[in-house]
């Protein structure tokens, strides 16, 4: 490399020690090759291992008095480099290699390993100067040694990849030796540095050391245990199948195109003529997109022409966009984050952003920040490089980013997958993967691992009666179930509760049944079942405050302060301060959490998996629901402080339904007891209703955010119980007669809250509840759950009620004009002489409703179910009939299951 201008005069230029010919050189020179020359013919013989060792003696033997200028020094310096460069390659090579095949190759490189190579140094001549400094690997003599290495490895039976993968990462090897190689021997090469400061390599070498130890954490991502098991991510993952959505322009018929995950992606990552730089995994908690973003990153890592950045999004403030999201993962590393260094080097760049999931509730800063990503890789210096970004996460948290296009999203699918198409959607799927149960590739993979003598995954999850069917096709959750499988198999029968797979994974995770042991977990001490499930269900609720995944120190502190005062005769605090010493030791770090589990004030801890914490919680729920609801008066200023500030999520309900049933199912409590609850409840909600309860907050607005908050919780809690115990309900107590609106007028103030496409809001539930008469008109109810509910007599002109759950609901005589019905299920539900003038009803499900007397002029019935609806007295105004009546009459005919008594229809004439 030939120096600038500026440098000329510091310029270098490496002469081998016997250039001159002077004997004064011959034994320096000789002494020093002996261990060279040493080092390279066990090279040649494949001990590698001593050809390192032999190496660095040479060095280490080197003399100050030995080849004393600057250039004899840097020609040792740099061939010295090139040498270890060399062996650390051989090394990597033979490891690809068979011991048959070791034992074939006595050797793989000729007498001469540098000449072999296409390389003098006698004949070569070239200076180095400061911008050597920048990055050594820029000397001329460094791209023909690493062609010839790729032809040689090639030549001596390493396949292509392996062969392009050694000499491309050639010239990285040569640059850490030369640093390795400067390190042990500073004093000797204290003539170069006097011509050439700062130390040669510092800041390529630095950088390289940075992402070399970077890649190192991300392979041990995939390397940690799960579940305090033998199993790692890099053993238990298989390859997940996915798909992405088109439209058909003339038919508007979605299609679903099913292909396996990874090799998708991969024609993605590597295909330049690919526009879109940005790409969305989606799935449910439990589906495996984190899981494959460790997979990927760490693939990829080991891929010597990429980059590979990992950002947990909850370690990041996304309303700083791209840039500004490096800059802050990167802000306490050892070396100066800068984007334009990180692109010098040319490679091609992936940056996997993971956890959209752990953003629920902000939405509008997740898509300004999906918008910026996208704005931003249009600009410098994103633009000008191969980079790609993926983001992990449900598809709800960006659905509202406009540049979030359908294609971008690619849709994760379960390990087993019932291929049914509707009327909607239909699956593509050229390569029959769907016809594939992959449970029975991951059992035949894991099992033993586990200690489970299956060949594939047992027939009681697979059958089609079995809850356990949808919950084992989910990555995660498969993996417990073989977990609570391997300790008890004949615990599991078609009406397993997945609760029940939580409650026994807490009692077996701190009995250390698994593993070979019976012995508990020695952090444990004295520590009981029934202390340990407090303890982690305060950190659960810590983490319900905390958006659902992650729990402050401070915060947990606070809770389990607040049950040991509720409970002082269970005496958990000071066990959980026994435990918060121990850190990494402690009983739930094992299995529950990542990393340390370090429990100090400024510490966060985090759940190994969502699914954990919501399940924590909802029994946390439970548990203070219970308590408090003795006292209604001081019921909510409780109450408010544990949910004012967390928004009720679909799984953290369904868990606390699941506990209701599980309880009851197994007898831990009994159906008057849930009563007993749920009463006790809604006397506490009736405050609510009245106003009466203490708010809190720093503003008006934060305290109506509290309330609304923890009323709708609370509202669910009840709903969950009316369901569970088949009980109806009424928000409205009885004395309220001559004033009903109270309970209407709470839910007008709380619509703002409840839009049911924001995935961090729980659609509302109405089960069982009574609401004779009661005036909702106009009220947002869509998507809402009102089994068996009993609305008879109501005003429901304009409801929404879209796509909502009525089945089996009393709406006998209820005015439900204008409403929108389209999509909801009224199967078997109670119309009779009910007011549908203009109701839209398109697409929605009134098979065996009872229509009997209802008025149907102007509803839109297109494409709805009345099979075996009761259409006896029905009527419709003659200038204004419903559309689709005969259609959806027609239709239910010809399935065979016709509408009862249309013949008795009538219509109304002037």
């Known amino acids: 490399m030939v120096g600038n201008d500026k440098s000329k005069d510091n310029a270098i230029t490496p002469t081998s020690p016997d250039a001159k010919g002077e004997a004064g050189y011959k034994e320096e020179r000789k002494a ?90 006698d004949d070569e001549r070239f200076e180095i100067d400061r911008d050597f400094l920048e990055d050594p690997r820029q000397i001329s003599l460094l791209p023909r040694v690493q062609e010839n290495l790729y032809g040689l490895l090639n030549s001596n039976g390493a396949s292509e990849n392996v062969a392009t993968e050694l000499s491309n990462n050639f010239p990285n090897q040569y640059l850490m030796a030369l640093s390795s190689l400067w390190g042990r021997k500073r004093d000797y090469f204290i003539e170069i540095e006097k011509r050439l400061e700062p130390t040669p390599a510092s800041k390529p070498l630095e950088w390289i050391e940075f992402w070399s130890n970077y890649n190192r954490t991300l392979r041990e991502n995939i390397k940690a245990p799960l579940f305090d098991t033998n199993l790692n991510l890099e053993t238990a993952y298989i390859d997940l199948n996915a798909y992405c959505e088109t439209t058909e322009s003339h038919t508007d018929k979605i299609k679903r195109t099913v292909f396996k995950l990874s090799a998708h992606v991969d024609d993605w990552l590597e295909n330049t003529s690919i526009k879109s730089a940005v790409r969305m995994v989606s799935g449910g908690p439990g589906s495996g997109k984190s899981s494959f973003a460790k997979i990927l990153a760490d693939t990829y890592a080991k891929k010597h022409d990429w980059r590979i950045i990992l950002l947990p999004l909850s370690d990041i403030f996304i309303g700083q966009g791209l840039s500004a999201s490096l800059n802050r993962h990167f802000e306490y590393s050892p070396i100066d984050f800068d984007l334009a260094t990180s692109f010098k080097d040319q490679k091609k760049t992936l940056i996997i952003f993971d956890g959209l999931d752990e953003l629920s509730g902000k939405e509008d800063e997740v898509t300004e920040f999906v918008t910026s990503i996208y704005q931003e890789v249009q600009r410098p210096p994103f633009k000008d490089h191969h980079l790609r970004i993926l983001l992990s996460g449900r598809e709800q948290i960006v659905k509202k980013s406009e540049q979030l296009v359908t294609g971008d999203i690619i849709h994760l699918l379960p390990y087993f997958t019932v291929k049914k198409n509707n009327d909607d959607f239909e699956y593509v799927d050229p390569a029959d993967l769907l016809t594939i149960d992959m449970r029975d ?280 119980l009316a369901f569970v115990t088949q ?120 098979s065996g409703a009872d229509l009997s007397g209802t008025d149907l002029s102007g509803a839109d019935l297109s494409d709805a179910d009345l099979s075996d609806a009761d259409l006896s007295r029905a009527y419709y105004l003659e200038d204004y009939p419903p559309i689709g009546l005969k259609d959806a009459i027609q239709k239910a005919t010809e399935r065979g299951v016709p509408s009862l008594n249309a013949d008795k229809m009538f219509i109304w004439r002037k």
């Open 32 to 121: 020093f090759f002996k261990g060279l020359s040493t080092s390279i013919g066990n090279f040649l013989a494949l001990k590698v291992g001593d050809g390192l060792k032999d190496l660095y003696k040479a060095f280490d033997d080197l003399q100050g008095d030995r080849f004393h200028t600057a250039e004899e020094r840097a020609w040792v310096l740099i061939t010295g480099s090139i040498a270890l460069a060399l062996g650390e390659t051989f090394t990597q090579f033979t490891k690809t290699l068979d011991d048959t095949e070791l034992d074939q190759k006595e050797h793989i490189l000729l007498e001469n390993a540098f000449k072999h190579l296409g390389w003098d140094m």
């Open 441 to 720: 590739e991951w059992w035949t993979e894991c099992a033993a691992i586990l200690g489970i003598n299956e060949t594939g995954c047992p027939d009681v999850f697979k059958a089609e009666d079995t809850k356990l069917n949808d919950v084992t096709t989910q990555p995660i959750l498969n993996i417990l179930c073989a977990l609570v499988y391997k300790d008890q198999p004949k615990l599991f029968d078609t009406d397993t509760n997945i609760n029940f797979i939580y409650s026994h994974l807490i009692d077996k995770t701190l009995e250390r049944i698994w593993g070979g042991s019976n012995i508990k977990h020695k952090s444990m001490g004295e520590l009981d079942t029934k202390k340990a499930r407090a303890i982690l269900e305060e950190i659960g609720l810590a983490a319900f405050n905390n958006g659902g995944r992650k729990a402050r120190g401070g915060d947990i502190d606070k809770r389990v302060s607040s049950r040991n005062q509720n409970d002082p005769a269970l005496d958990i605090q000071e066990k959980y301060d026994y435990l918060k010493g121990k850190k990494s030791t402690g009983f739930v770090a094992a299995f529950y959490f990542t990393g340390s589990a370090d429990f100090s004030p400024d510490k966060t801890v985090e759940f190994v998996h969502r699914s954990f914490s919501d399940y924590l919680a909802a029994q946390g729920l439970i548990y203070w629901a219970d308590i408090w609801s003795e006292n209604p008066d001081t019921f909510f200023e409780k109450w408010f402080d544990l949910c004012g500030n967390a928004d009720l999520e679909e799984n953290v309900l369904t868990f606390i339904e699941r506990e209701f049933s599980y309880r009851l199912e197994n007898k831990r409590v009994t159906k008057d007891q849930l009563i007993d609850l749920k009463d006790r409840l809604i006397c506490c909600f009736h405050k609510a209703l009245l106003g009466d309860v203490p708010l809190g907050g720093n503003t008006l607005q934060e305290a109506i955010d509290r309330a609304n908050r923890g009323e709708t919780i609370m509202f669910c809690i009840i709903a969950k």
């Open 727 to 846: 009980t109806r309900w009424n928000p409205n107590k009885p004395d309220w007669k001559k004033d009903d609106r109270h309970f209407a007028r709470w839910l007008h103030r709380i619509e703002d809250l409840k839009d049911p496409w924001k995935s961090h809001i729980c659609t509302y539930n109405f089960d069982y509840i009574s609401l004779e008469g009661i005036n909702l008109k106009r009220c947002n109810l869509i998507t809402s759950s009102l089994f068996n509910a009993s609305l008879a007599n109501s005003q429901l002109q304009e409801v929404g009620l879209y796509e909502a759950n009525l089945r089996e609901a009393d709406l006998s005589g209820a005015i439900l004009s204008g409403a929108d019905l389209s999509g909801t299920n009224l199967r078997r539900a109670n119309l009779r002489r009910a007011n549908l003038r203009r109701a839209n009803l398109i697409i929605a499900d009134l």
